[in-house]
């Protein structure tokens, strides 16, 4: 079965196009299930409704989930926008790195 803590180290290698960090750690994810038939469900947010690259950003998820972790058979990811997202969300190293 996948495990959550598999999908969260892909995650941590998945970067935002605009910001250049992990979407984990700044926050993006908001939840991660995962069921015995391999298919692995992200519910996320984006910094900004417009955000340019949300479709190359949602694909790149899928991708990297499904590339790197064995025994996933489908990706789904929802975008979400309760609660939206703020900067309280980014982790305290990616702050400092962006210097917040």
């Known amino acids: 079965m996948v495990k959550r803590e598999q999908v969260i180290e892909v995650l ?3 970067k935002d196009p605009e ?6 750690d700044l926050g993006l994810i908001y939840d991660i299930t ?9 519910k996320m947010t984006m910094t900004t409704p417009f955000c340019p690259y949300a479709s190359a950003l949602l694909s790149d998820i899928k ?8 025994g996933v058979v489908d990706v789904q990811v929802e975008v979400v926008w309760d609660p939206p997202w703020n900067i309280d ?12």
């Not at 069921?35 to 992200?42: C, H, L, M, R």
């Not at 991708?63 to 064995?70: G, L, P």
């Not at 969300?89 to 917040?100: R, Y």
Request: zero cysteines; a positive charge.
């Open 19 to 24: 910001i250049l960090q992990s979407v984990w």
């Open 63 to 70: 991708k990297s989930v499904s590339e790197n972790i064995s």
């Open 89 to 100: 969300k980014v982790s305290p190293e990616i702050k400092f790195a962006l210097g917040l």
């Open 12 to 14: 941590k290698t998945v």
């Open 34 to 42: 995962t069921d015995p038939e391999g298919v692995v469900k992200i």
